[in-house]
Structure formats: C-alpha cells, structure tokens
T-cell receptor
Framework: DAGVIQSPRHEVTEMGQEVTLRCKPI?????LFWYRQTMMRGLELLIY????????DSGMPEDRFSAKMPNASFSTLKIQPSEPRDSAVYFC???????????????FGSGTQLSVL | AQKITQTQPGMFVQEKEAVTLDCTYD???????LFWYKQPSSGEMIFLIY??????QNATEGRYSLNFQKARKSANLVISASQLGDSAMYFC????????????FGTGTLLAVQP
C-alpha cells in the first residue's frame, strides 16, 4: 500500500495567490482528516470527512479556507487568498473507520510545507 | 469537550534508560481511544501505540508501553531502553467514539536522548 499521498511536498507562493493542496487517502479508508501544524498552535484539526461527506469543519480558520472530497480517493484543501499567517505544514490523514480498536488509527501523509511570502 | 494535556515541553534521558512521557485527557464520552504518535525531525507522523477506553490491560508495542489509569484520566507513554533514534517530538492524542470521531492532539513533548 502506498500510504496517504499528499502533493505538493513544498509550496511557496505570494500573498494573495490561491493555493491548492491535494490528498489521496489509503484505499478503503472511510475517514479523511486535514490538520495544520505550526509552532505556535501545534496540530490543529481543520476538517474531517466520513464517506466523502464533511462532518466537522469547525476548525477551518475562516472563509478563505475550503475543503472538498469529490470521491473516495481524492481531497483538496484550498486557500484563497493566501496570507503569510497561513504558512504551516498541512497534513492529510485517513483511517479505516471509527468505534473502537485500531481501526481508529490515523495514517498520515508526509505533509505539505506551505510558505506564503 | 475533548482535551489532551501534555505538561512536559521537553525532556532529556540517557541512552538505555527508561523514560515516561505524561498525558492527561478529558472527555465525557465513555468510549474513546488514546494514541501516541512520534514526529522525528524529518516531520512524518509515526503511530506508536493505541489504548481503548474499555481495554483491561495496558497496551504494549515493543519498547513502548502505555500506562493507562482511567480513574486519573492519564495515558502516559513509557519508552524502555531509550535509543538515540528515539529523539523526537511525541504527541498524545484522543479520539472519541459516538458522534464525534475527530482525533485531537496534545501540544507534544520533545524528547532528547543523550549518549
């Protein structure tokens, strides 16, 4: 299994530009999560999906952020317009299911290092 | 509301010694899972160990064990026989059962293993 695949690994952009981060979860996983990691705020959950449906987007910072999951094998996180304070590592993660047991375990992608100048 | 607290921002341990990383949690849900992840300087998130709220025994995975004290709402990670490669950031995390299935993380503990 290839694991969770994120692209790009690194993104450098200028303030005001649109940024799109991509994620391919592990096949068969029902849950997909987007996290942001910064030194100041640690690992923050932005949004998560269950069976392609957004369940909780309370962590999305503001309207500039949007996330979609058009099918079970692809998700995007878009920032428009981007700002320097959006600079962070963005992780995508997926899990087989929920309930109890290690089915709850999240598998993480390698992350996207975003720098907004 | 869910909450994870890691009170040790950083710790040192001598190689080959054991170390305990503290984690306390708060939740009103009777069903939950507790996790520890390791993040080395390369940045990837590596799953270490899992403990379910209904598990009777403490979880173990090789050199990792989870000291689960339900009444105290603590889930400390014990690393035995520390190795230089254990130097990393360690995150405690919790995922509730029921309607809320999101995994939330503590602030992490930076562990440095000294030769």
């Amino acid at each position: 299994d290839a694991g969770v695949i994120q692209s790009p690994r690194h993104e450098v952009t200028e303030m005001g530009q649109e940024v799109t981060l991509r994620c391919k979860p592990i096949s068969g996983h029902d849950y997909l999560f987007w996290y942001r990691q910064t030194m100041m705020r640690g690992l923050e959950l932005l949004i998560y999906f269950n069976n392609n449906v957004p369940i909780d987007d309370s962590g999305m910072p503001e309207d500039r952020f949007s996330a979609k999951m058009p099918n079970a094998s692809f998700s995007t996180l878009k920032i428009q317009p981007s700002e320097p304070r959006d600079s962070a590592v963005y992780f995508c993660a997926s899990s087989p299911g929920s309930g109890t047991g290690t089915n709850e375990k999240l598998f993480f992608g390698s992350g996207t290092q975003l720098s907004v100048l | 509301a869910q909450k994870i607290t890691q009170t040790q921002p950083g710790m040192f341990v001598q190689e080959k010694e054991a170390v305990t990383l503290d984690c306390t949690y708060d939740t009103s849900d009777p069903s939950y899972g507790l996790f520890w992840y390791k993040q080395p300087s390369s940045g990837e998130m590596i799953f270490l160990i899992y403990q379910g709220s209904y598990d009777q025994q403490n979880a173990t995975e090789g050199r990792y064990s989870l000291n689960f004290q339900k009444a105290r709402k603590s889930a400390n990670l014990v690393i035995s026989a520390s190795q230089l490669g254990d130097s990393a950031m360690y995150f405690c995390a919790m995922r509730n059962g029921g309607a809320t299935n999101k995994l939330i993380f503590g602030t992490g503990t930076l562990l440095a293993v000294q030769p």
